[in-house]
């Protein structure tokens, strides 16, 4: 089965609070992708990040990392010193390769409310 | 803003009706992908178009069609609508079409059956 698990259905901190989203993936691919995507109250999502199978290096972009790791099938995003800007849905989706076709599968996205 | 366009934005329209979702890519983009996001299905991949020529395919049903024209731009078809059908669908563009790009998403068409 291919799946895609965010257990938090929502997260509510405090703005400057350090804040972990998870994400808990299931494929038996050995090519795939991950993405974060972040859709705001405007509706539109927003590409964050992705991620191939084969690149278990952690990535940090200012206030934003992600830690990948295949052996617990997980790509976790951390905000740190949160900011009202940052309330949003986060989703986390997995692009698994079978016989070169593609498919997008998304998590129920988790809901961030950064409080002021 | 993301450079990709749809029309409408807001379609209400009844059950057993026929309407049509349009979407521009982003220029350069290639590939164009239609999802719907629903309260009770999240966010579900329907359909992807390369150059014109359907390249993935997910949980779309029979009454749904797309097709990416010359031009690349591309039309979802949804027929015979059902009160379930109603959701917020969006469409997304890539450079390429294989599954490591980023997408770019547009506004999306908010669809209501009565």
């Known amino acids: 089965a291919q799946k895609v698990t965010q257990a938090q259905t929502e997260i509510s901190v405090v703005e400057k609070e350090d804040v972990t989203l998870d994400c808990v993936y299931e494929t038996r691919d050995t090519t795939y992708y991950l993405f974060w995507y972040k859709q705001p109250p405007s509706g539109e999502l927003v590409f964050l990040i992705r991620r191939n199978s084969f690149d278990e290096q952690n990535e940090i972009s200012g206030r934003y990392s992600w830690n990948f790791q295949k052996s617990t099938s997980s790509f976790n995003f951390t905000i740190t010193a949160s900011q009202v800007v940052d309330s949003a849905v986060y989703f986390c989706?997995?692009?698994?390769?079978?016989?070169?076709?593609?498919?997008?599968?998304f998590g129920t996205g988790t809901r961030l409310k950064v409080l002021a | 803003d993301s450079g990709v366009t749809q029309t409408p934005k807001h379609l209400i329209t009844a059950t057993g009706q026929r309407v049509t979702l349009r979407c521009s890519p982003r220029?350069?983009?290639?590939?164009v992908y239609w999802y719907q996001q629903s309260l009770d299905q999240g966010l579900q991949f329907l359909i992807q178009y390369y150059n014109g020529e359907e390249r993935a395919k997910g949980n779309i049903l029979e009454r749904f069609s797309a097709q990416q024209f010359p031009d690349l731009h591309s039309e979802l078809n949804l027929s015979s609508l059902e009160l379930g059908d109603s959701a917020l669908y969006f469409c997304a563009s890539s450079v390429g079409s294989a599954g490591g790009y980023e997408q770019y998403f547009g506004p999306g068409t908010r669809l209501t059956v009565t």
């Open positions: 220029s350069g983009d290639l590939s």
């Open positions: 989706a997995l692009s698994p390769s079978t016989s070169g076709t593609y498919k997008y599968i």
